[in-house]
């Protein structure tokens, strides 16, 4: 199945709301289409303005071009598309990857430690999520199946002592894509931030020509959640660009709309699936492709 068929099948659930949302427009009344955006979690703000945009033109356009108008409006949301893999594919990264447990970033890392050794890139992985067993042999069951190195040390030993062997590992072995996993939920005594915060600053402090790129992973099920815990995230840590999980499993997809207008970091992959290749760049022209695919 080709990229774009995964996305569109992933997509699925939100597209049959959005979908519902239109056919029961008529000349005035848009609110089975508000209520449709609103559950699949674009976000009041998002939804109230793309329907401003929607009405002041809405009537001077044939009901069957409606969905079109919109595809147009929410492309022009989103920020000009960047592909991170791109990026990725020259110069040596130290790929910093945080979110909650159970967001999807064990996974993502399986998948993009993949896709980027396919693109001929070498990459280790650092299980720096060492206050749980699972998370550092859930990684390894990656690293096997994507053949690449997993540094690691036991649990409960300190993360940023494996971040340090990690990138001195890389820099020794001339590896190009260092990709760090993360804690998402620690014991009570020690606070999430502050500890990511210090293996930040070992990165920062050890990395050398390898530059540092803060990846947050966001699970879409989640929906407006994932835009609180992103402004958090963001606070705290500075994150560069957004992985969007789980798409496949909701009708919440429309939340990728809502964080390109309220928020000012890019998504920059998604995920629709727990396959090895269900994940890739995101473009938004494919997104709303994606998204209203045979709607117009
Ligand atoms: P972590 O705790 O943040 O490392 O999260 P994991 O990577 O372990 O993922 C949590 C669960 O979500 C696992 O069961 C994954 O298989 C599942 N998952 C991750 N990404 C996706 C995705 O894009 N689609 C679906 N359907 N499931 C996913």
Same mark, same amino acid.
């Given at each position: 199945?080709?990229w774009?068929?995964?996305?569109? #099948?992933?997509?699925?659930k939100?597209?049959?709301?959005? #979908?519902?949302?239109?056919?029961?427009i008529?000349?005035?009344n848009l609110?089975?289409l508000?209520r449709?955006?609103?559950?699949?979690d674009?976000?009041?703000?998002?939804?109230?303005?793309?329907?401003?945009?929607?009405?002041?033109?809405?009537?001077?356009?044939?009901?069957?071009?409606?969905?079109?108008?919109?595809?147009?409006?929410?492309?022009?949301?989103f920020?000009?598309s960047?592909?991170?893999?791109?990026?990725?594919s020259?110069?040596?990264?130290?790929?910093?990857?945080?979110?909650?447990?159970?967001?999807? #970033?064990?996974?993502t890392?399986? #998948?993009?430690?993949?896709?980027l050794?396919?693109?001929g890139?070498?990459?280790?992985?650092?299980?720096a999520d060492?206050?749980r067993a699972?998370?550092?042999?859930?990684?390894e069951?990656?690293?096997?199946?994507?053949?690449?190195?997993v540094?690691k040390?036991?649990?409960?030993?300190?993360?940023?002592?494996v971040?340090?062997?990690?990138?001195?590992a890389a820099?020794?072995?001339?590896?190009?894509?260092?990709?760090?996993?993360?804690?998402g939920?620690?014991?009570?005594k020690y606070?999430?931030?502050?500890?990511?915060k210090?293996?930040?600053?070992?990165?920062?402090?050890?990395?050398?020509?390898?530059?540092?790129?803060?990846?947050?992973?966001i699970?879409?099920t989640?929906?407006?959640?994932?835009?609180?815990?992103?402004?958090?995230?963001?606070?705290?840590?500075?994150?560069?660009?957004?992985?969007?999980?789980?798409l496949?499993g909701?009708a919440?997809?429309?939340?990728?709309?809502?964080?390109?207008?309220?928020?000012?970091?890019?998504v920059v992959?998604?995920?629709?699936?727990e396959?090895?290749?269900?994940?890739?760049s995101?473009?938004?022209?494919?997104?709303?492709?994606?998204?209203?695919?045979?709607m117009?």
């Amino acid at each position: 199945m080709s990229w774009f068929d995964r996305l569109r #099948k992933g997509l699925e659930k939100t597209r049959a709301l959005i #979908k519902r949302g239109f056919s029961s427009i008529d000349s005035e009344n848009l609110e089975e289409l508000e209520r449709a955006l609103l559950s699949a979690d674009v976000g009041p703000k998002s939804t109230e303005f793309l329907l401003e945009a929607l009405k002041s033109k809405h009537n001077t356009y044939p009901r069957e071009s409606l969905p079109i108008l919109m595809e147009n409006i929410i492309t022009s949301l989103f920020p000009p598309s960047s592909d991170v893999l791109d990026l990725f594919s020259k110069d040596k990264w130290v790929i910093f990857v945080v979110g909650v447990n159970g967001s999807g #970033k064990t996974t993502t890392i399986g #998948k993009l430690g993949y896709v980027l050794k396919q693109r001929g890139r070498s990459a280790i992985f650092v299980a720096a999520d060492t206050f749980r067993a699972a998370a550092i042999e859930q990684l390894e069951i990656w690293g096997e199946r994507s053949g690449i190195p997993v540094v690691k040390h036991r649990e409960d030993s300190d993360p940023g002592a494996v971040v340090y062997d990690g990138i001195k590992a890389a820099q020794s072995r001339d590896v190009d894509i260092v990709i760090v996993d993360t804690a998402g939920r620690l014991h009570t005594k020690y606070n999430l931030m502050e500890e990511l915060k210090k293996v930040k600053g070992i990165i920062e402090r050890e990395r050398g020509e390898y530059k540092l790129y803060t990846l947050l992973v966001i699970d879409a099920t989640m929906g407006q959640n994932a835009i609180n815990q992103t402004r958090m995230f963001n606070e705290a840590l500075g994150i560069n660009g957004l992985a969007v999980a789980k798409l496949d499993g909701t009708a919440k997809g429309g939340v990728i709309i809502g964080i390109a207008s309220e928020l000012k970091i890019p998504v920059v992959l998604v995920g629709v699936g727990e396959e090895i290749e269900d994940m890739q760049s995101f473009n938004k022209e494919e997104f709303v492709d994606a998204l209203f695919w045979e709607m117009n």
